[in-house]
């Protein structure tokens, strides 16, 4: 193989290497804390609540105040109830406690990253929350960036119909792709402030830009060849 060639086939690797382990339901992952960064299925999951707010009903809070942590969360019961949004067993959620056991606790989260540590072409995942009570009017808002810069973005609004239906649960599946991107950050805003909803969160799915799918044709080409 000449010089020109084993550098687009070193390439070819690389790129190989991150279009695998792109998805992740937690499933095969022990319950418990998983602290302030977590990786499952070649997705980090860091920046937990991480930012100032209010919570719906109109009292502050500091970066850090909901907790940090991203938790594994044995959500057995739930993904019985929402099987089109949860995949049994266990679910990601984030903040400062969990119930442990087949119980599920949907924890606080104002703002969560995600990220392959590649560039990416498309994101999709699962998100159960609560809605009506207070947590009606709140926006859940997934942002795709690139090198720091919003590329992207796609959200919904929380039910608040019942204004006395407080924790009742409701699913959503987002997605958002058709463009290269680094990383994705979910988070909740109302009254364009940040706030906090009660969430889970399975099923993330990262897809491999073109580019990278192209070079892996490129291996191929070359490997064959290489056997001539």
């Given at each position: 193989m000449n010089?020109?060639?084993?550098?687009?086939?070193?390439?070819?690797?690389?790129?190989?290497?991150?279009?695998?382990?792109?998805?992740?339901?937690?499933?095969?992952?022990?319950?418990?804390?998983?602290?302030?960064?977590?990786?499952?299925?070649?997705?980090t999951f860091?920046?937990?609540?991480s930012v100032d707010g209010f919570y719906p009903?109109?009292?502050?809070?500091?970066?850090?105040?909901?907790g940090t942590e991203i938790i594994v969360e044995n959500a057995l019961f739930a993904a019985n109830d929402f099987p089109e949004f949860l995949s049994a067993k266990n679910a990601l959620t984030f903040g400062s406690a969990f119930i442990p056991g087949d119980n599920v606790s949907l924890g606080a989260l104002s703002n969560v990253s995600m990220t392959t540590g590649a560039v990416v072409n498309g994101v999709s995942l699962d998100i159960l929350f609560y809605e009506n009570g207070p947590w009606g009017g709140i926006e859940v808002i997934l942002d795709a960036l690139s090198g720091g810069d919003v590329v992207g973005s796609t959200s919904f609004i929380v039910a608040g119909?019942?204004?006395?239906?407080?924790?009742?649960?409701?699913?959503?599946?987002?997605?958002?792709?058709?463009?290269?991107?680094?990383?994705?950050?979910?988070?909740?805003?109302?009254?364009?402030?940040y706030t906090t909803i009660r969430a889970l969160v399975d099923n993330v799915s990262f897809v491999p830009a073109p580019g990278a799918l192209a070079l892996l044709g490129l291996a191929g080409l070359v490997s064959r060849r290489r056997r001539r």
């Amino acid at each position: 193989m000449n010089h020109a060639r084993a550098i687009a086939f070193t390439l070819a690797l690389t790129a190989a290497a991150g279009t695998h382990a792109q998805s992740a339901n937690f499933d095969t992952e022990t319950e418990g804390f998983k602290g302030p960064s977590f990786t499952s299925g070649g997705i980090t999951f860091f920046d937990a609540n991480s930012v100032d707010g209010f919570y719906p009903d109109g009292v502050p809070f500091v970066a850090g105040e909901n907790g940090t942590e991203i938790i594994v969360e044995n959500a057995l019961f739930a993904a019985n109830d929402f099987p089109e949004f949860l995949s049994a067993k266990n679910a990601l959620t984030f903040g400062s406690a969990f119930i442990p056991g087949d119980n599920v606790s949907l924890g606080a989260l104002s703002n969560v990253s995600m990220t392959t540590g590649a560039v990416v072409n498309g994101v999709s995942l699962d998100i159960l929350f609560y809605e009506n009570g207070p947590w009606g009017g709140i926006e859940v808002i997934l942002d795709a960036l690139s090198g720091g810069d919003v590329v992207g973005s796609t959200s919904f609004i929380v039910a608040g119909s019942d204004p006395n239906g407080r924790d009742n649960p409701a699913g959503m599946h987002m997605d958002l792709g058709g463009f290269d991107f680094d990383s994705v950050r979910l988070y909740a805003r109302l009254n364009g402030q940040y706030t906090t909803i009660r969430a889970l969160v399975d099923n993330v799915s990262f897809v491999p830009a073109p580019g990278a799918l192209a070079l892996l044709g490129l291996a191929g080409l070359v490997s064959r060849r290489r056997r001539r």
